[in-house]
């Protein structure tokens, strides 16, 4: 079968390619500040509370890492409002989903850069005199950041990806409006080869640095 391909009449949809674009980063952008508040909170009570304090955070981490983000999804935007009377525009569902999402994985990323510091560091803090928040905050945060940050930048390339399933409860995102321009010039190749390589020019520098980050931090520990 021969096909013949049209990328001009996609263009002219151009704008639109780029309103959704901007919106994939934005909820990008937002989501993982949030994610990380969410994740540093829930990372600490796992590491330092007691296990009343640790339990719900480890049942918010477990059940937002063992379930589908698209049922999340789906849960947060019908299911939630029907249970609690509240209001829920298909932005706020996708924003809150998929900060608590990246939050569950961004807490385990905390807790296990954390736990990878020698002990020995806790207790050469204390020996000097320092208050546990201060040991925290001097001596191990810094060295734990090393061990985290290959882990938050691919969890954040991971975050870029996973905006792609807003375009289910209508999120005028980037594949929202690749399904548009698909609706009004019946390209569906063309249209869709273009979401693929917008997302590309955007992943690919950022999974680029992501390789340097980690070859710069081996070879510091070597």
Known sequence: MHYTWDFATVLAYKVLFLRGLITTLLYTVGTVA????MGLAAGCARTFGNRLIAAPFR??????RCTPLLVQLVWMYYALPVLTGAT???GMASFLTLTLYTGAFYAE????????VDKGQWEAGRATGMMPVMVF?????????????????????????NTSLISTIAVADLVYQG?????ATYRPLEVYTAVAVLYFIVLFPVT?????VERRLGAHKA
């Open 34 to 37: 949030a994610g990380l508040v």
């Open 59 to 64: 049942l918010y981490v477990e059940v937002f």
């Open 88 to 90: 829920m525009t298909p």
């Open 109 to 116: 990323i905390f807790r296990g850069g954390i736990a990878a």
């Open 137 to 161: 905050h001097r001596i191990i945060l810094p060295q734990a950041v090393r061990v985290m940050i290959p882990s938050f930048i691919n969890q954040t390339v991971t975050q870029l990806k």
């Open 179 to 183: 399904s548009v321009v698909t609706a």
């Open 208 to 212: 680029t640095f992501a390789e340097y």
